[in-house]
């Protein structure tokens, strides 16, 4: 429709800003556990789940992961994971916001205070619910051993995605 195209239209600048600010801040990893860390691009793709249309959310998760892909520092099976997780994670979190604060995020309701951290939250329990089966069949790691559901790495990255919502 007219109106949604518009809207898409109206968030390409913070789409082009979260998207370069996530590429760059993906070479900055906070060590969350013995195999987990969270790229500090978190926080934008958390930002970006909460400002951005679904469709921007899930092409920011692309973006962000270029730089990776063209340098292949990863195999190609594991940065296609790589995006496909935060590309989930991301719609996740968007899908949460949405359904407490369906209308655009300004004021000071209570309501959007809940739906940036439910969205934080969101993000965070799906990357680590993905990420855990993966490490048991990529490395051996059973999830006991992964540390991803430590209440270390879970406030880590609780703390990482709430500055996206800030």
Same mark, same amino acid.
């Given at each position: 429709s007219a109106p949604g195209?518009?809207?898409?239209? /109206?968030n390409w600048p913070a789409f082009v800003f979260l998207a370069l600010c996530a590429a760059a801040a993906q070479v900055f990893i906070v060590r969350t556990g013995r195999n987990? *860390?969270?790229? /500090? !691009?978190?926080v934008f793709v958390v930002a970006g789940a909460l400002l951005l249309p679904p469709e921007l959310v899930v092409l920011m998760a692309v973006?962000?992961?270029? %730089?990776?892909?063209?340098?292949?520092?990863y195999l190609w099976f594991i940065q296609t994971f790589?995006?496909?997780?935060? $590309?989930?994670?991301?719609?996740?979190?968007?899908?949460v916001a949405d359904r407490i604060a369906p209308t655009a995020f300004h004021g000071s309701d209570v309501r959007v205070a809940? %739906? *940036?951290a439910a969205a934080a939250? !969101?993000?965070v329990v799906v990357n680590h619910t993905l990420l855990a089966p993966m490490l048991r069949f990529g490395r051996g790691v059973r999830v006991s051993q992964s540390g991803l559901f430590s209440l270390e790495s879970l406030a880590g990255d609780?703390?990482? $995605? *709430?500055? *996206?919502v800030a």
């Open positions: 195209r518009f809207r898409l239209l /109206t987990h *860390g969270f790229h /500090t !691009a978190i973006v962000q992961h270029l %730089a990776e892909w063209i340098k292949e520092r790589n995006i496909f997780n935060f $590309a989930l994670a991301s719609l996740a979190a968007w899908a809940l %739906a *940036g939250l !969101a993000f609780i703390v990482l $995605a *709430g500055l *996206g």
